[in-house]
């Protein structure tokens, strides 16, 4: 079995580490395939040596350009790339662009894609992201969710239960092996000198920093929080519409403020995890927050994360000022509620998400399931059903006694759950597909 892994962007890269090592651990051959989306080097190449990685076989160098162009250009390198390598299957992780030239790509070629993150939905479909996630999901073989809700989702948009795999978020395995890496190399908190208290900061997306009224709002909100020296490592996107706007001087005059050049992976790791509060507008931050135990307050009106705030680790403060400085002034002054922060149940899983990817793979390689060929059978199509089940069985007992039909969803009142195999479904309703035969 070959496993290609396409990657672009440093999240790409950070989510995949655990899996990559996963794969190399047990002998598997793959290929590391490096778009290049992030062109800089301590971005990109950096990690590479940074996380203990191998270096990329494949750079396709794309840079930066407009979503079109660098779209295209990544699908011509990879479609080079998997026909020389001819993998058995592809994996991709998250929702950036590489993600859609990838899985794309791989459908079309008719090679098996893995998506790892797959299912995440924030039903905004202004977000670049929510496309390619979308579109890459609708490509996908192998679908690897980090939680119930959404792997929920996916039953939604008809989805087989068969083909989901609820194994938790490789950023919990990532932030486990790369804060070991971190604690050994970075030397961030001496150099910075900090006393008291921390809050890190980071703020890039496109609807905050290049709309003039919201970056204002939280501008205002970071200059009025008390009893907290803020770091804020400035992205170069944000320092230009800092600048822009005449905002940057007052943050940078502000004496509760550091404004420092953008840092590494390894030394962010580090900050996070020594801060009080982190406050983002990064969706991959939010997860890494719960996962180190810091309580996290997101500048967006929705996230692809929702689970972050179901645990409560997380609260959604937007680019509302008063929301913003009430709810830390509210979590520093409430013991009680910080601690309640701090300790919320990590949705993400335990750390082995990487092994039961890696598990799932191999047993759908063993069975062919990542063969992808055309039918061989006239289809005689599926007809779907709403029943209330008042029999004493599990899903697999009721999938065994009626092998023409598969539980999609179970309805528990009025809300739904995974069929997982062993699930009692006595007095639920369930939404099951069922197959007609062919009659010609």
Known sequence: MKIAFIIGTRPEIIKMSPLIDEVDKRGIDYILIHTGQHYDFEMSQQFFMDLELKEPDYNIGVGSDSHGKQTAVMME?????????????????GDTNAVLAGAL?????????????????????????????????????????PTEETAINLLFEGISPEDIFITGNTVVDACHRNLKIASKSSHIMSELKLEGDILSLTLHRAENVDDRERLENIVEALLNIQGLTIVFPVHPRTVKTLKKFGMYSQLEKAPHIRMIKPIGYLDFLILESNSKLLV?????????????????LTLRYNTERPETVHAGGNILVGSNTEKITSNIARILADDSLYQQMKKAPNPYGDGTASEQMVDAIQDAFNQGKLEIKPPEKIAGGQMKKLLIVDEQVTVAEFEEKNPDCTINIVFDGVNPKFPHSNLSIHGK????????????
């Open 429 to 440: 309703t369930i939404m099951i597909s069922q197959s007609c035969a062919a009659d010609f």
């Open 77 to 93: 390198g990879i479609e080079e790339v998997l026909l020389s390598e001819k993998p058995d299957i592809v994996l991709v992780q």
């Open 280 to 296: 983002t507008d990064s969706g991959g931050i939010q997860e890494e927050a719960i996962t180190l135990d810091v309580p996290c």
């Open 105 to 145: 790509v791989a459908a079309k070629l008719h090679i098996a894609v893995g998506h790892v993150e797959a299912g995440l939905r924030s039903y905004d479909k202004t977000m670049p992201e929510e496309i390619n996630r979308m579109v890459a999901d609708v490509c996908t073989n192998l679908f690897f969710v």
